[in-house]
């Protein structure tokens, strides 16, 4: 089955940290523009949608020759904005979540999210995830944390094109080149998300502690890939006790048991929520 994917780049106009951060401009774009410009280099999705919530948005995207759909300023989390745009996109069964305050999102990163999804039959939603591996970063409630559930056979049971190594969900360039899909970039099955350093280890945290592998503590990346039949569900419930406790809406999917499998990667960009984010990426970008 030929699934069809769209990268959907959810952008609101407020925040708290840094008011309208995503008309910042560095080396003389937008964050909303650089964002969208690596987004565009992804070669799993058909097409690259930003869900704006304000005309200033809606504008900037004309300006730079984007693809805009104006969604309601209410939208609880980005996944609920997700949901919206997907409703107005019938022809598509896969979105892939990139953060708008993410200009620095590595393409392959996306591409490896979305081929995860796509090659678990059984996956709800599909994400990323880093080691861990300094105690600071543990410490830090803005890190936000996995628990995973490890092992190959979690990541993708009874997927027998995936044992056999080619990803279902490979893009049209991955098949030319012949490259074939490596379990061993699958992390696992996520079962739960938190700001605290979870899970627990009674020994005490020791650099030996973080250097674990398979790693124990893992880092959250906020990159998603969304079937949408999950979106469908999503839109319609109410959030859970558990996500309005650490804040967090994944948490919404785990309590009702859905599945989410994570992909692993070593590095991952840094998102800009503070005037120091955005100077260092500025920097960066020099």
């Known amino acids: 089955m030929n699934h069809r994917c769209m990268i959907v780049i959810p952008a609101r106009l407020a925040s708290t940290r840094l008011p309208e951060k995503l008309l910042r401009r560095a080396k003389g774009k937008s964050i909303l ?13 058909d097409a690259v949608v930003i869900a704006v919530d304000d005309q200033k948005l809606a504008d ?21 904005r997700i949901a919206e745009v997907a409703a107005q996109f019938p022809d598509f069964d896969v979105f892939i979540n990139v953060q708008g305050d993410e200009p620095e ?3 392959e990163a996306i591409n490896r999210v979305g081929s995860l999804l796509l090659n678990d039959s059984k996956a709800d939603i599909a994400t990323i995830g880093t080691p861990i591996r ?18 190959r056979s979690r990541a993708g049971e009874g997927e027998s094109a995936q044992r056999a190594g080619f990803a279902l969900g490979a893009t049209a360039a991955d098949k ?3 490259e074939r899909h490596d379990p061993g970039s ?5 079962i739960y998300f938190s700001r605290e350093p979870v899970p627990h280890f009674r020994g005490g945290i020791t650099a030996e502690t973080l250097a674990m592998e398979p790693p124990l503590y893992w880092h959250h990346v906020g990159l998603y890939a969304y079937r949408r039949e999950f ?10 006790p558990l996500e309005q406790s ?13 599945r989410i499998v994570v992909a692993r990667v070593e590095t991952a960009a840094s998102g800009i929520d503070t005037e120091a984010d955005f100077q260092a990426f500025a920097q960066r970008i020099q």
Do not use: Y
């Open 33 to 45: 523009e650089h964002t969208w410009n690596a987004a565009c280099k992804a070669e799993i999705a």
């Open 60 to 80: 900037e995207v004309d300006a730079f020759g984007g693809r805009w759909v104006m969604t309601s300023v209410d939208c609880p989390s980005g996944t609920d």
């Open 105 to 107: 999102i590595d393409p």
């Open 134 to 151: 300094a105690e600071s970063l543990l410490q830090d409630p803005g890190c936000v944390k996995i628990v995973i559930a490890t092992g």
């Open 176 to 178: 030319r080149r012949g």
């Open 186 to 190: 699958l992390a696992g099955k996520a």
């Open 231 to 240: 979106l469908d569900w999503f839109s319609t419930q109410p959030p859970s």
């Open 246 to 258: 650490e804040r967090l809406e994944q948490l919404r999917a785990i309590e009702a048991g859905k």
